[in-house]
């Protein structure tokens, strides 16, 4: 029986991969589950599954989350550190969900035992991808994403030469903030940028869907998984969200992976992969949608873009301190101390305050390496932020 485990259970996408393994009773065995406040939640599944292990990422909760599992016989645990020792019970199959850096140590530490890890943690690759790359190869583990833009690329690039490709499109829906005016976007609360046409994801993606952010991850993201050049990389806008991404080939063709926007397809072909299974995902009904649209993204809208662009021409350091600048930046609006086209201003500037600390482009030796990196960002972010409640 294959054996599972799933970082960041409690989420978005950790919830939705416990249905697909829910919709299979006894097919899978569960090892560890781990979310962070809300423990109420993560008892309820480690019991409904059958865990061996709950572990929440806040020392305060372990008090809660060890009552709520009184008398299953279900190991609990907390913190940063249980989390890592989780993720090295081995397990066939590792959803790695949480959301953030957080998710880099328990996901590097996942693939010593040469396992599968399904990676939704973007973060990761974006803030230590030639890292990870190396140490799933080391370990002959393999990493299949699960974003659905990187999971429709790689389903396009089956059997495909990666030499062949000419381009990668990946494709946005824009985001809630999409059709409003120019002008009024510094006036965007959290709760306007709050609200995705399309997808239903956690909070922290679906404010970086509006700002784009979450589209500058994905191109990082899309340059580090498949190793094409970033001027191969592009992203148009795509309102429908149907169409994930397209993959150009130097003959001209151009493969598209179309589906509902439903995030369980991206993690059941990464949960059955290499085979295709049946998953319980809506059907397209062309004729009923009728119209696909697509068009180009405005940069003074979303100047995310443009500093992707920048972070992926220099590569080293850039992703790791782009990722954390970003975060924290985040952090920023969503406690009201800048607006919402303040973020990327904050980001600008510190990657270009870090240039003249070190070179950008010199690659992070190790974890640790990377981690203090991430640590240095985000209080030069911090610094950005302040800076810019006194202008
Ligand atoms: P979410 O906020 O819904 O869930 C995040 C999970 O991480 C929760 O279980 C939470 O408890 C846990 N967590 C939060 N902070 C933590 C910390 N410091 N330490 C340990 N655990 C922590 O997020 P989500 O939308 O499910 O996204 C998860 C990841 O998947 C992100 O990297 C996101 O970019 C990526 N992703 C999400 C979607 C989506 O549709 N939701 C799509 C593509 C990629
Ligand atoms: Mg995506």
């Known amino acids: 029986m294959r054996s599972i485990s799933v970082f960041g259970a409690t989420g978005s996408i950790g919830q939705n991969t416990l249905d697909l393994i829910a919709r299979a009773p006894g097919g899978y065995r569960v090892v560890a589950l781990t979310g962070g406040g809300n423990v109420a939640q993560l008892a309820e599944d480690a019991r409904r599954l059958g865990a061996e292990i709950a572990v929440t990422a806040y020392e305060d909760r372990l008090e809660d989350l060890r009552t709520a599992l009184a008398g299953t016989g279900i190991e609990a645990a907390a913190g940063a550190q249980a989390l890592v ?22 996901g590097f530490r996942a693939l010593r035992h040469g396992s599968t890890l399904a990676l939704a943690n973007k973060e990761s690759l974006v803030t230590a991808g030639p890292l990870l790359l190396a140490e799933a190869r080391r370990h002959a583990a393999t990493i299949l994403p699960v974003d659905s833009e990187h999971s429709a690329i790689f389903q396009a690039l089956a059997g495909e030469e990666i030499g062949a490709v000419e ?16 002008e009024a976007l510094p006036m965007a609360t959290v709760a306007d940028a709050g609200a995705h046409p399309n997808w239903d994801m956690g909070q922290r993606i679906t404010i970086d869907s509006a700002s784009m952010f979450n589209k500058a991850m994905e191109l990082i993201e899309t340059k580090e998984f498949f190793g094409v050049p970033s001027d191969r990389i592009e992203a148009v806008i795509h309102p429908q969200s149907i169409v994930h991404a397209l993959v150009g080939f130097r003959d001209g063709a151009l493969m598209a992976h179309l589906g509902a926007p439903d995030m369980r397809h991206a993690i059941g072909y990464a949960l059955h992969w290499p085979e295709r299974r049946d998953l319980p995902v809506a059907r397209i009904d062309l004729a009923q949608i009728a119209t696909l649209e697509f068009y180009a993204p405005d940069p003074r809208r979303y100047p995310a873009l443009g500093i992707a662009r920048a972070v992926m021409e220099t590569g080293g350091r850039a992703g790791c301190i782009f990722n954390a600048a970003k975060e924290t930046a985040l952090d920023g609006f969503l406690g009201g101390r800048i607006g919402f086209m303040d973020m990327a201003g904050v980001v600008d500037r510190v990657l270009d305050a870090m240039s003249s600390d070190f070179r950008l482009s010199d690659p992070p030796s190790d974890l640790e390496e990377v981690l203090a990196v991430d640590q240095m960002a985000r209080e030069r972010a911090w610094a950005a932020i302040e800076t810019r409640e006194t202008a």
């Open 167 to 182: 381009k990668i499109i990946v494709t946005a829906s824009g985001g809630g903030l999409r059709d409003w005016p120019l």
């Open 85 to 106: 020792e989780a993720a090295d019970r081995p397990a066939d199959w590792i959803m790695s969900a949480i959301v953030g850096a957080a998710g880099l140590a328990p």
